[in-house]
């Protein structure tokens, strides 16, 4: 007889200041992945800023039973929501091997499940459109984002002094 273990399903809540240490070790995990660094005096600022202004900023973190797996901020300015933040914990991005990148796979990406929240959130604040900021080359994400039916709307050139 074979044995399998349930998955524990997957929490998305608004977040609090108890999600302060957790949401700290993403960020952390975050700025070491984009290669920048870490200021947990402005970290804190901004996370308090975050969760005690509910009509411009809101965050959800992501928990699979006790275990936290993600989080997600935004901002709203006007009628527009600017997603800020998206972290997932790497076990949970569901992405494989394409060639020489990682791609998600077939069925829904946990990362979408969080946006579809966001995406719910701000249309409840009044706004009419979602931007997020993406650097190109990121596939995975470019994959998810334009599942959920982003377009590119504006170019950014970049140039370092």
């Not at 790497?90 to 494989?96: K, N």
Request: aromatic share 10%; proline share 4%; charged share 35%.
């Amino acid at each position: 007889m074979e044995s399998f273990e349930e998955e524990v399903p997957v929490e998305i809540s608004l977040m609090s200041e108890l999600d302060y240490e957790d949401a700290t070790k993403f960020m952390l995990d975050l700025c070491e992945l984009v290669g920048s660094k870490f200021d947990e005096e402005r970290w804190e600022s901004a996370f308090l800023k975050r969760i005690m202004n509910p009509d411009k900023y809101c965050g959800f973190m992501a928990r699979r039973g006790d275990k936290p797996i993600g989080m997600l901020f935004a901002e709203v300015k006007g009628k527009v929501g600017q997603i800020t933040t998206l972290y997932i914990v790497p076990e949970e991005r569901h992405t494989e091997v394409v060639g020489p990148m990682r791609v998600p796979k077939r069925e829904e990406h946990f990362a979408e499940m969080m946006m579809e929240t966001m995406l719910d959130h701000l249309r409840e604040q009044g706004c009419k459109e979602a931007w997020i900021n993406l650097k190109k080359g990121v596939k995975p994400a470019e994959i998810i984002y334009g599942r959920l039916g982003f377009e590119e709307k504006f170019v950014v050139l970049y140039k370092k002094l």
